[in-house]
Nanobody
Framework: QVQLVESGGGLVQAMGSLRLSCAGSGRTFGNFAMGWFRQPPGKEYEFVASITKDSTFRNYADSVKGRFTISRDNAKNTIYLQMDSLKSEDTAMYFC?????????????????WGQGTQVSVSA
């Protein structure tokens, strides 16, 4: 099993940057593909990005491609989401998630462990 705790959210002006972190517990963190999802106010969960166990491949939603970067440091049991050129439509609760079964997961059901989320608010 793995427990996940997100941090790094906050309020930022449009075109600003934030870096989210997600710390995982457990000795087998490197065995999980990881991802980020977000839930804007009043809307459904959205896939943001995912990364394979060994960082070989990354996948991004079209809405964040070129602005967000997902990375991981297995030695620190942590993944990151660098968010640049933020827009007001990026305002959401951001969740990290771990998948023990999928190589390059992109859908919510492919992830079996979730953090509690961190709020990101972007002012216009």
């Amino acid at each position: 099993q793995v427990q996940l705790v997100e941090s790094g959210g906050g309020l930022v002006q449009a075109m600003g940057s934030l870096r989210l972190s997600c710390a995982g517990s457990g000795r087998t963190f490197g065995n999980f593909a990881m991802g980020w999802f977000r839930q804007p106010p009043g809307k459904e969960y959205e896939f943001v990005a995912s990364i394979t166990k060994d960082s070989t491949f990354r996948n991004y939603a079209d809405s964040v491609k070129g602005r967000f970067t997902i990375s991981r440091d297995n030695a620190k049991n942590t993944i990151y989401l660098q968010m640049d050129s933020l827009k007001s439509e990026d305002t959401a609760m951001y969740f990290c998630a771990a998948s023990s079964t999928a190589y390059m997961p992109t859908t919510r059901h492919a992830f079996n462990y979730w953090g509690q989320g961190t709020q990101v608010s972007v002012s216009a």
